[in-house]
């Protein structure tokens, strides 16, 4: 995965994890300290009580 910064350069990440949880982990929102990229979908195309979670931190080429 690759994103511009405010610099117009390349951010690369790693993904580190990559979970199934409940819709109900609102603490996977939370502020942290450390720099690093959360996305979060639904697991299933239809109603589904459950989010696919992957973590990625930024990577130095």
């Known amino acids: ?3 511009q910064d ?3 350069e390349k951010v690369g990440y790693k993904v580190t994890t990559k979970q199934i949880v409940s819709y109900k ?3 996977l929102m939370d502020e942290s300290s450390d ?3 959360t996305l979060i979908t639904c697991d299933e195309a239809v109603k589904t009580d459950k989010r696919i979670v992957v ?3 930024p990577v130095t080429s």
Do not use: C, S
């Open 35 to 37: 720099a690093h990229l």
């Open 6 to 8: 405010g610099t117009n």
């Open 25 to 27: 982990r609102g603490d």
């Open 1 to 3: 995965m690759a994103q």
């Open 55 to 57: 973590k990625a931190v």
